[in-house]
């Protein structure tokens, strides 16, 4: 129910929190800024605070608040896509009371294909793979399950097995020796949301091993694909379209993206007309709020300069 719902999200956000830096230390793609861990915990620190705003007996109206939450939280690359497996979730589950082990299992297929298409060029070997294989897994053994306890026990087991083999997808990876951050991040996120679930104490989780067992030692960031010189577009801009024109059209917010795309990459925009959310790496932030502005007022604008921190990280 919502209630229990709430506390998964809560205990999966807090596990995530303590493995921040571990999560952080294996970001290299798509640029070596380490801050996955640090993005998708403020992202789900924010869906957290909106679920606990009030008690939420119905789990469809408990994931609506998650969803909201994160969105107007959401930092970085990483933590808009997390934003949009939630979103995608919470929409399947609309007026759901109880959540069973076949609904499930359709949310978190909703959440990775609302997760793919806020994407300008999908990646395989990220986080979207990990949330698809884990989708696609839990959809075929959802039916066979008598609770979700049952199904939880499948997105861990398919989820650790796609998490090691994403540096065979991505060569990046690889050359690191680490697994994908973001597919880790979310992992974690689910290991912790399996503890509520079974009544077991996030630190306890913590101390039988269980986040630590897929977590890899940190790396030594020294190969030459990840130079500073490497950076193609170097300011991550990030804001939120609080109040859009009551007239904005979906074909604007189209167009909008399409324009970003010619000045930048990793554009991730979302939009559900009542507010529009913007990541994209830029040389030209100006130029990407300016094309805002068009839509409406804009708040929570944040410009990361990526050539210094990959500066302080080499150093």
């Not at 571990?22 to 605070?49: E, H, I, K, Q, Y």
């Not at 994908?180 to 974690?188: F, R």
């Not at 130029?287 to 944040?302: H, M, T």
């Amino acid at each position: 129910d919502g209630v229990l719902l709430r506390d998964m999200v809560v205990a999966g956000a807090a596990l995530l929190e303590k493995h921040r830096e571990a999560v952080d230390a294996l970001n290299v793609f798509p640029v070596p800024d380490g801050d996955t861990g640090t993005n998708m915990s403020l992202t789900m620190a924010s869906a957290t605070r909106e679920v606990n705003q009030k008690e939420y007996l119905n789990a469809g109206e408990a994931a609506a608040a998650v969803s909201k939450g994160a969105l107007k939280g959401a930092r970085g690359n990483s933590g808009v896509i997390t934003s949009q497996l939630l979103r995608g979730f919470s929409r399947a589950l609309a007026g759901v009371e109880r959540i069973t082990p076949a609904q499930f299992a359709a949310a978190l297929k909703s959440g990775a294909e609302t997760a793919y298409k806020a994407v300008m060029k999908p990646k395989e070997g990220t986080i979207l793979t990990v949330a698809r294989v884990i989708a696609d897994e839990t959809e075929k053994i959802a039916p066979q399950c008598e609770d979700v306890d049952a199904l939880f026990k499948a997105i861990l087991v398919s989820g650790d097995a796609i998490l090691r083999r994403t540096p065979d997808m991505l060569p990046v990876l690889k050359q690191a020796g680490v697994v994908d951050s973001g597919g880790m991040g979310l992992m974690v996120v689910y290991r912790g949301m399996y503890s509520a679930l079974t009544g077991e104490p996030v630190e306890q989780t913590e101390m039988d091993g269980k986040a630590e067992k897929t977590l890899p030692g940190e790396f030594v960031d020294d190969h030459e694909a990840l130079s500073v010189e490497d950076i193609k577009f170097g300011y991550c801009t990030e804001f939120i379209v609080s109040h859009p024109r009551e007239d904005m059209k979906d074909s604007e917010v189209v167009r909008f993206r399409k324009r970003l795309e010619r000045i930048g990459d990793c554009v991730v925009v979302v939009s559900d007309l009542s507010m529009v959310k913007v990541h994209v790496h830029t040389n030209d932030p100006g130029k990407a709020i300016q094309y805002a502005l068009e839509l409406g007022e804009l708040d929570s604008i944040k410009v990361d300069n990526m050539f210094e921190e990959a500066r302080e990280r080499a150093e």
